[in-house]
């Protein structure tokens, strides 16, 4: 068919090679597994739905603002179910805020050392390391934290900050050691290599004339971190805490083994509480009824809900600042 | 020298230093203490009876009476089973989403919007996998809600969005000029794909499925309602009962049995093994390969 042109090349040429049957099939395929993925998102909003048309039918928005979880068939004197997830709303917010405010300034300062102030031949290695922190499986951290991390709060920690914040109110009841404080420090533990390494990422893309602009107008090694790097990476370090956010949010079996796991409001950090993770993890198996079923499934969907919005603001930060600058390494 | 104005700047910047250090050294502390303690622990249950002996009915050590440990040979079994089932369907469904974005998606939005849903997909709580799976199989049949094949279907969709981006970040790594270079030769696309471009980022892909594979083996909570109990007895099928290795460190640390306890913290050593053998494996892979910056 080329006979009659000379010059294949031009823009206007016929397709060679028009896809056939092999080339079609296989690109429906792998485009298959692409829809699916998109289908799953979709399918774990739908199917929790469903599942909690129960309660949303029946409580409505007083399923957000009632503060007890309460089944009739094991509490004779209510005269009806009522659920709410007020305490485990209160429970997730405030163990992710402890973990947040424990991990947010050491993941800084380990992507600061890590970017800025190691040697270089020890910046990959000790990266890694924190890496895998996050490789380690959660029911590990959480039996670790049950078992080595409750007595040394319960015994050290704890009343020592108990005598010198009593004042405060927050430190206030018998240390036990298996209370609020301790799910948030091994959260804090599991949410740090995430905002770590997304925040080294941030700061490791901030261009090289940034930093000797900084230099040549005579800042010391911390005033051009502080006055030249940070402000320009903090786009990709506040991503990285919202991601790390959102890791906190869903944590389950760290959290389930050392939160105490008790239906009601933690009134101090030394209260035993429940995440609606943790909630999920405890009360499904042990549920009285469909409606309580229904209930618990109305709590996965929140969880679902705050997450997916979580995890899409933090990507979407990301991704537009990839496309501006390049968030890589190096 | 010391008190003036650059003096104290000085100071300041070095003192700033030393802190940030001590913070990696704050963060390193977990790791090497959860280590020690599955070491410590775990170590005490390991011997090869650890790893061929169903675990013994629990029992709490008395002064003269002999508590049987008995081994993790069925959890392991579990999970072995667990993540082959779950690995069949996640895999190729996983490669596929990838190549499709990388090779057919470009840079258009399609592709951004993949791998966006998958990066999104991948920070659902696995608990909910969990939920997600017991309320499917409800619906459609309620005589599999606890069984392996339950717990797989959890453990497929915590694998998918894990596999479909690693895999998405191995198949860039092939430069352009590889696929333009076979198109010139007139190899039609599908080949391109799979015989050349799949190829070349196959350590990459390797290690992403690797990855998704250390992911769900340490996986408890999509656990928690989709495999029932099926640990003390020997595994009948995928549609009954089912065991795993996460869980039963679960149930080991809330038992408060002396044989279940010791034998959680072996799982807790084996898992952390595992780990660990597939991090390093997958580091020495990637280093072989292009170097190239990894997703956050």
Redesign the interface.
Known sequence: MSAANPFPLSSSRPR??A??W??L???L??????A???V??A??IV??F??AKATVELFGFRFLTNDVWISASTNPHIPGNIYGIVPFAVGTLLTSAIALLLAI??????A???T???PVRLRGP?G??????A??????????G???LAPIMRYEIEPALQSWLYWTGWFNGPTTGVDVLTASVILA?MV?P?I???SR?AIAAVPIHQKEAALSLGA????V?RNAVIPYARGGVFA?II?GL??A?????AVT?TIGNKNAIPTSLFSQGQTI?SL??NQ??ERSGPLELSA??EA?LI??LI??A???G???I??RLQRGQGV??? | MMFDRHGR??I???S??V??????V???V??V??IY??VV?GGAAFSVTFFTQRPANPCFAHPGIACPLGGVYTPIEGTLELIGLASLVAV??????????V???RNRAIA???S??????S??????AG??AF??FL?FDKAIVNSTLDGSLALT?LM??IV?RTCEEALRTVPESVREAALAL?I???KI??RIVLVTALPGVVTGVLLSV??AA????PL??TIGNGCLHPLQGIDQQGCAL??W??W???SATTNWYTL??GA?LL??LM??A??ITS?LVLNRTVRR?RG?
């Open positions: 060679k090679h896809p056939k092999a080339d099939t296989f690109a395929l792998t485009g298959l597994g692409a699916l993925v998109m799953l998102l399918a774990f199917v929790l469903i599942g300034p050491l993941s800084l300062g380990a600061i050392f890590l800025q102030q190691a000790v890694q390391l924190i890496e895998l922190l490789a380690i499986p959660s029911i590990i951290y959480g039996f670790w049950l078992v080595v533990v740090i995430t770590t390494a997304i990422d010391t090694d911390w005033e971190t990285g991601l959102g890791r949010l869903g944590e389950t079996m083994l993770a999920l993890a499904f198996a618990l499934m996965g969880l679902l997450t997916l979580i995890n899409v933090g990507r979407m990301l991704s890589g390494r190096e | 700047r000085k300041f910047s070095h700033m230093t802190l940030s250090g001590l913070a990696v704050v963060i390193l977990p790791l203490a959860v303690e599955a622990q190729p469904i996983g490669i596929g989403a990838a190549v499709f974005t090779e057919y998606g951004r919007v993949i966006t849903t998958a990066d999104v997909l920070g659902v709580p696995s608990i909910l939920i997600f309320t499917l619906q969709v998918i969005p479909t007139g039609s696309r599908w794909s799979v250390a992911r340490g996986e408890a909570a928690l309602f996460p869980l460190i679960y080991g640390a809330t959680a913290w807790a898992l952390i780990v660990l597939i991090s580091r910056m956050g």
